[in-house]
C-alpha cells in the first residue's frame, strides 16, 4: 500500500501494538535539558528504575543558562540547583552531558542536527515543544511531557496514537529576501495556530527543496505552533551533504547502509494525505505577527486588523484582547511599529545561516538610538564558526550585543528578559502574552527583518533593501 | 497516578480560546525540581496584579467569591497550546482540579494531563457554550463529569457525550502506571533493538 513519509517511519517504530491499546514505538534518540527531565530522573529513582538506553541519551543545558557569564555563579538560585541537579542526574545515570563549559553546549534543537545525532528515519523526542526541529532531516520527532521523559528514559519507548497526515506544498520560488521564517509564518497565518492539531505535517513543494537544512529547521520547528503533532521534510541530498562527517552521523559501511536506508524515505506517488494545503511562493511577502499568539501574523505591508471585520464571536474577542495586550490600532501600518528591543536568537533562528542573514543588514550600519538587541548563538559551535566568519565584529560595531549560546529570551527563563511595556523584534517562535517578561509585546520575524528593525527603530520592508 | 472515575464539583470559566501554556505556568516557576507546589502559580500573571502574587486581580474568574472551591474548568478551543511543559498540568492539578472542559486541547497538553489524572473533556462549541452559561447564571452550580458512563452533566440536568481512546480511559479508571505497563513489553523492546540497523543502533 501507499505511503507517506510519516507512515514510513511510524510503521518501522511499532513495537507492539494490541487491539484497544496505543501503539508502543520505539524511540530512536532522546534529547534531555535541565528544565523538564529533573521530576522525570527522580521518578525512576524512587521506583527503582534503569535508564534503559544511556548511549541513545543526549543532555545539554539551556533554558536557564546565562548568556553573560559561563559560570554558575551567573544563575539564580534555584537555576542553579536546577542544573546541578542534571549534571548529577547525567552522572548517576550515565547520560553524556554537555554542560556550560562544553564547546558543544547550546540549545538543545540546535546541538541535536551539528553533532549529527538527528538523523533521518529516526524517531526522536525531548521534553520540549520544539522538538519538531528535527523532522527536517525527515526524522519523527516531537516534543512531550516529564511523565513521557521517564517512560522513554525506562523503556526507550513511548505510548502514541497514529496521527492524521497532512501536506502542505509550497509551489514555486520566493521573492528575494524571503526566508524559512517567513514561509512558515505564512503557513500559519493560513491555517491557523490550531490548524494541525491531530496531524503530522510533511512540509513540500520547490520552495520547501530550495531552502538550506538550517531554513528547514526554522519550518519543522514552528510547526507545533500551528499544533501539529510534528513536521517533517523528506531527506534528500542537502540532507546527507549536512550530515555526512558530523560526530554522532554514521561512518564508513554505516553510512553507506544510511543513505540506501535514507533513499526509501518519501512518500509514496499515489499516498493520501489527510488533508492537503497549497501555498504559492511568490505570495510570500515578509511577516510579522501583531498579536499575541503566531497565527496573528501579517505581510510587512500589511496592517493590524480590525475586530469589527471578523464575523466568529470567539475569533472577534481574541483580537480585542490581543489588540489590548499588544497597544496597537486596528489599521496600523506595520511600518509605522517602532521597537525598543530586538532578540536574535533560538531553535528557531540561531544557526549560523540566520546570523549571517542578520549580519548582512547589520553590517556598516548602526543599532538606532534607544533601541537594545540581542544575538545569542544557538550553539557553542556557532558561535565559534560565526566568529571565525567575523559576524561577531560586524554585530558589535553596529552596537548589538554577542551573547553565549542558550535558548535566552525566547522564553526568558534567564536574565535575559523584557520589562512591561517593551516591543520587541524577536526571531523567536512565541509571541505569548509575557513570553518574554510580564507586560512586554514580542513581533515575531527572520533574522533579517530583526537586524533591519534594530538600524531602523521600527519594523521595515527588507525587500527594499534588494 | 489517581485514578478518575467520575467528579462533581463547581465549575469556573475562562473564556478565551488559546489558553497556552506560558499563561498556565509562566517560566519564572519552572525553576523547581519537584512536581509539587505549582498551584499557587497557576495562572500568575492573569491571577495577580503584582509580580509577587501577593495582590488578586479582583477581575479574574478564578478569584471571584462564586467560584472559590471550583476543581472544573472550562475553556475555548485549543486550550493547552504551546509549550510542552508538564508544570501546566501539575499547577491546575495542584490548584485543585480534576478536569478541564474545551472544544478542543492542544496534543501535548491533552496526553500530560491524562497521565496526571487530570480528565481533559471535548465538548462541542454548542454544549460548551450552553455550560458557560448556565454556570454563569447559577451560583453553586455543580457540573458532573463521569468517565465511565462519558458524559458530563449541566447545571440543568443536560447530559453531554464525550469520546476518549479507550487505552486512556481505561489507566485513568484504574490509576494505572503507564512505565510498569511498558515494561512488561521489555522482551519485544529487547527484540526491536536486535534488529536495528548499524546506522540507527
Redesign the interface.
Known sequence: MAKTLYEKVWDSHVVVENEGEAPLIYVDRHLVHEVTSPQAFSGLKVAGRKLRAPEKTFATMDHNTSTKSATLDALSPMARIQVETLQDNCKEFGVRLYDIHHKNQGIVHVMGPELGITLPGTVIVCGDSHTATHGAFGALAFGIGTSEVEHVMATQTLRQNRAKTMKIEVRGHVGAGITAKDIVLAIIGKIGMDGGTGYVIEFCGEAIEALSMEGRMTVCNMAIEMGAKAGMVAPDGSTAEYLKGREFAPKGDAWEQAIAAWAELKTDEDAVFDASVVLEASDIAPQLTWGTNPGQVVAIDGLVPNPEDESNATVKASIEKALKYVALSAGTCMTDVSINKVFIGSCTNSRIEDLRDAALHAKGRKVAAGVTAIVVPGSGLVKEQAEAEGLDKIFLEAGFEWRLPGCSMCLAMNDDRLEAGDRCASTSNRNFEGRQGRGSRTHLVSPAMAAAAAVAGHFVDIRKAY | MNPFTSHTGLAVMI????V?T??II???F??????DGFGVHLFH?WRYLD?AGDEPNPAFSLNLPRYQGASILIS???FG??????HA?WALADFGFRAIIAP?F???FY??SI??GLLPVRLTDVEVQQLMDEVEANEGAEVTVDLEALTVTSPSGSVFNFEI????RHNLLNGLD??GL??A??D??AR??AQL????A
Open positions: 473564556d478565551s480560546a488559546n497556552d506560558d499563561q509562566p517560566k519564572q519552572l525553576s523547581k525540581v519537584t512536581r500573571d509580580e475555548k478551543e485549543n497550546c504551546g509549550s510542552s511543559r508538564e498540568p478542543n492542544a496534543d501535548i496526553g500530560n497521565n496526571n481512546a479507550g487505552s486512556a503507564a512505565i511498558s515494561l513489553c521489555a519485544q523492546i526491536y533493538e540497523p548499524t546506522w540507527k
